[in-house]
């Protein structure tokens, strides 16, 4: 396959709510030019993009994938991303390797919150946006109404390019604005042109002005024009659109139906022909916040993308050529491992499918199998030593525990678990020793569910998802002195081992020990083993948790110049501080973390209700980054936030984030700590 030049590809990732139509639409595509001879349905399984196990069990997308389709000569690479907020890493992995952004509106619904969102992580991306309204073979499906949404609240950039010609309640064709012509379609996608009727002039009228106006807006004459009333030429507005979209001062809006193919042809149309190149951005952003100038003639620089761990072919990565042409057997080094890759076999995919080609140029995108020493975010070169600028991922909150199925499966998980970090940045694992649970953590629910899903078909090991544990602490809030005895006779030498013990509230989080024993009554070499008779019963309070900020002074005691040795001393100790545990009015310590919670204006109260409700502190707000958003700061117990990604979701309909991190560790409210002191010692009860 012959090298596409870089000004001849196009790079176009599809967002939108889920549901809305996204892989419809690059079925569509892949179907209309060509790629493929049949068109597949979501519905059916048969996709070329959802062609992962889980995504057709499904029915819906939970990765991107890549689908490049050749048009007029000029190959557009789609990348079809899920519309489910739970893999929103997916998408900014597409985003970071776009040009341009497709959101795809459902006609009957309008903007959803998913449209948003893909808007904001556009825009984020510094992106040009268009849209495509889809799904006008539904009888309720209306266009006008969407439009004014989209216009409403994206503004004038956002104009109509092709619009539906409605007869009777029933799309019988479309319009397109800039030829002036009605377009009616067969059941290929295949379109005849004529000029507009009579019965459709004056819907033909009120969204060409409204297309005239977002075109006027990008150039001071055709503003002129416009407002004077005089004509804007088809070659004025195709070149003021072109230079609009390029650069976000324009938002096209195209319409029409995936499903039957309407529309498809024209949005195609105007990918080739305005949509922009990669040498369009001039330069890429280096990872300490530079700019690379893109050189199409330069030297090989490669940014890997995404990861996919694969059962059968290994570990795939996913690049773009962000710099000069990869070619067959280069050989590139790894700026972030150091490491010298070998580019033995390089491909392009189209769903799951491979074509191996010998080179891909400036801008490209594609495949490489079995790097052993390149992950996401990583920058392969010829040349300079200089890293891209890697995606930036959600930080992911959702915690669940990991119960194997099977005993000594253990491993497998881990292995399972550490292949699946390779290809999702948004998942992560913990195998923590004080709560003696594997964790992991997502974004939201049906993340980790489809996350167990794969460890079951990939890597063949079931688990079950539970409640983490929290890892509380204890500490005592009075002073008390103690005594342990520890006696034992049993023939020949005993165990004598005899303290006394001073205990208060400590300064440093483990245990302060000290001590002030006069005339020997303890033997200095004992000392040691009362300490570590401490710490050792340190690790179990009342409530089964570590005890923390424990102050120990050892004053007094006495000792048998046979029978007294370290063991009997440990165990002195021990009986000491169980004593203390009785007396010094114990108390349960939980971690509490600070919470910034990023949600609109107008739900701000129903987030601080429920803060209420967890326990939570708020400490105030401010104003987000986002026009219409506010911070919400707060502090709150993290046996509160274990499902707060789920009630956050339902409370914002998905418009809401948070930021949650560990400060300091606080009592347990008396009624709260009761139940758990009682939960531990009926499990106590039930394990004898």
């Known amino acids: 396959m012959a090298k596409i030049p870089t000004d001849k590809i196009r790079n176009v990732a599809l967002l939108g709510h889920g549901g809305s139509g996204k892989t419809s639409l690059a079925e569509a595509m892949l179907y209309v030019s060509g790629a493929v001879d049949r068109l597949g349905k979501t519905s059916d399984g048969n996709t070329v993009c959802d062609y992962d196990p889980e995504e057709q069990k499904r029915g819906f997308s939970i990765s991107t994938a890549l689908a490049p389709v050749s048009w007029k000569d000029i190959k557009i690479n789609i990348l079809d991303t899920p519309g489910y907020l739970d893999f929103v890493g997916e998408v900014a992995q597409a985003l970071r390797v776009a040009g341009l952004a497709v959101i795809t509106v459902d006609g009957k619904a309008g903007i959803e919150v998913g449209t948003e969102l893909a808007w904001n992580y556009a825009s984020d991306a510094g992106l040009p946006k268009a849209f495509f309204v889809n799904k006008f073979d539904d009888p309720e499906a209306r266009f006008k109404r969407v439009l004014n949404q989209l216009h409403d609240a994206y503004g004038t950039a956002v104009c109509p390019i092709t619009v539906p010609a409605v007869e009777n309640g029933q799309v019988s064709g479309f319009l397109d604005l800039m030829d002036m012509k009605v377009y009616n379609y067969d059941n290929k996608g295949n379109y005849t042109a004529k000029d507009i009727p009579a019965e459709f002039a004056e819907d033909a009228e009120y969204f060409r002005n409204m297309l005239l106006e977002a075109v006027a807006g990008t150039d001071e004459e055709l503003m002129m024009k416009f407002f004077e009333g005089e004509e804007i030429t088809r070659d004025e507005a195709v070149k003021a659109l072109h230079h609009g979209i390029m650069k976000g001062e324009i938002v096209p809006v195209f319409c029409g139906s995936a499903g039957k193919l309407w529309g498809v042809r024209n949005l195609l149309d105007t990918i080739v022909g305005s949509f922009p190149t990669f040498l369009a951005r001039v330069n890429e952003k280096a990872a300490d916040g530079s700019a690379i100038k893109i050189e199409e003639n330069g030297d090989t620089a490669l940014f890997v993308f995404k990861t996919v761990a694969d059962p059968f072919v290994g570990k795939m990565s996913f690049f773009k050529v962000m710099n000069g042409t990869v070619k067959r057997d280069m050989i590139l080094k790894n700026i972030n491992s150091g490491a010298q890759e070998k580019m033995s076999h390089i491909y392009v995919m189209k769903g799951k499918n491979q074509t191996e080609v010998d080179e891909l140029a400036c ?43 099977a005993k000594g499966d253990e491993d497998k998980i881990s292995q399972g678990i550490t292949k699946l970090l390779e290809e999702d940045r948004t998942l992560k694992y913990t195998n923590n020793p004080e709560t003696k649970q594997m964790t992991i953590r997502g974004i939201a629910d049906m993340h980790l569910d489809v996350v167990v899903s794969k460890l079951k078909t990939r890597f063949g090991t079931s688990v079950k998802l539970e409640t983490p544990k929290i890892p509380y602490r204890e500490t005592i809030k009075k002073t008390v002195e103690v005594e342990g005895k520890h006696k034992k006779q049993s023939g020949g030498h005993g165990q004598y081992g005899h303290v006394r013990i001073k205990f208060s509230p400590g300064e440093a989080e483990g245990l302060t020990f000290t001590e002030s024993v006069f005339g020997g009554v303890v ?9 570590k008779g401490l710490l050792e019963a340190m690790q179990t309070g009342v409530a089964g948790y570590p005890m923390v900020n424990l102050a120990a002074n050892l004053y007094d005691g006495s000792y048998h110049p046979v029978d007294s040795n370290e063991l009997s001393f440990k165990v002195a100790a021990s009986l000491a501080y169980k004593k203390c545990l009785e007396l010094a009015n114990p108390v349960l310590l939980e971690p509490v973390g600070e919470l910034k919670v990023t949600v609109p204006e107008s739900m701000v109260g129903d987030v601080m209700g429920d803060l209420n409700k967890r326990r939570g502190r708020v400490m105030g707000m401010t104003p987000a980054e986002r026009k219409g958003y506010t911070v919400v700061d707060a502090e709150a117990p993290k ?26 560790y606080e009592e347990v409210p008396a009624a709260t700590a009761q139940k758990i002191v009682e939960a531990y010692k009926k499990s106590q009860e039930e394990s004898k």
């Open 523 to 531: 033997p200095k070499n004992f000392f040691p083993a009362v300490e």
């Open 639 to 664: 046996s509160e936030m274990l499902e707060y990604p789920i009630s956050l979701r339902a409370m914002t309909q998905g418009r809401g984030s948070y930021e949650y991190h560990f400060v300091r």
């Open 363 to 405: 801008g490209d995108i594609g495949m490489i199998a079995k790097l052993s020493n390149t992950n996401t975010n990583d920058t392969l070169t010829s040349g300079k030593e200089v890293s891209y600028a890697p995606t930036v991922y959600p930080r992911p909150y959702m915690e669940m525990a990991i119960k194997p199925l």
